[in-house]
């Protein structure tokens, strides 16, 4: 059965440094999503992503966020200049369909910054 | 209170019982969606709900919806161990684009 995949499964990096969170959605979904859920918190959402670009984002996803869908399968987001706060589990999602489509989620990101 | 809240909290049940745990939101929805979550793993998507929709099943899955009571329950049938979990429903809210809202989740421990 087709999932969405993400890579790393754990990233520790220092407060400050550029990280870049990879996800490979399913194959023939067409929109693309991040969630973050910080430790015994919700999960939230950031980012909606179709057609190549930002469909919504929450205020969140500030400038200090960036997703790119740099190939026809990857899907990424880039976190400028980490601060501590931002150490969470990071989501990838997918939907075949916008409004009202089944979101499925990959295994996540363990992001520590220390 | 805030957009999909889960009641209980938690729930301890021994294997062969039934969960049932509930879900209120607070807006129109376009759709509810139920997800599980293993202790610090990814979420798996379990069953989809359409506001026009009352009832819908899935092996021993069981969701309702009432949208005059802005209300989801899920019911699992004859529980096992491995259902032990955290389970969350999520809302695709009418007219706010495709992103879910999230509630807190219900810690389901099933005891064998």
């Known amino acids: 059965e087709p999932e969405v995949t993400q890579t790393p499964s754990h990233q520790v990096t220092q407060m400050g440094q550029e990280v870049i969170l990879r996800c490979v959605p399913i194959?023939?979904?067409?929109?693309f999503y991040w969630y973050r859920q910080i430790l015994g918190q919700k999960v939230e959402f950031l980012v909606s992503?179709?057609?190549?670009?930002?469909?919504?984002k929450s205020e969140i996803f500030d400038d200090q966020f960036s997703v790119e869908r740099p190939d026809g399968s990857n899907f990424t987001l880039k976190i400028r200049s980490t601060k501590l706060e931002d150490s969470a589990m990071y989501f990838c999602?997918?939907?075949?369909?916008?409004?009202?489509?089944?979101?499925?989620f990959g295994p996540g990101t363990r992001l520590t910054v220390t | 209170s805030q957009q999909g809240e889960e009641d209980p909290q938690a729930l301890s049940i021994q294997e062969g019982e039934n969960a049932t745990m509930n879900c209120s939101y607070k807006t129109s929805i376009n759709n509810l969606q139920w997800y599980r979550q293993n202790s610090g793993r990814g979420l798996v998507h379990l069953i989809l709900?359409?506001?026009?929709?009352r009832e819908k099943h899935s092996g021993r899955l069981r969701v309702t919806l009432d949208t005059s009571k802005k209300s989801s329950s899920l019911l699992i049938t004859a529980s096992r161990a491995a259902d032990t979990a955290s389970y969350f429903c999520?809302?695709?809210?009418?007219?706010?684009?495709?992103?879910?809202?999230f509630g807190g989740g219900t810690r389901l421990m099933v005891k064998p």
């Open positions: 709900i359409r506001s026009n929709e």
């Open positions: 999602a997918s939907s075949e369909r916008g409004r009202s489509g089944e979101q499925y």
């Open positions: 992503f179709y057609n190549n670009e930002i469909s919504e």
């Open positions: 194959s023939n979904h067409l929109y």
């Open positions: 999520a809302t695709d809210e009418y007219n706010a684009g495709n992103m879910l809202t």
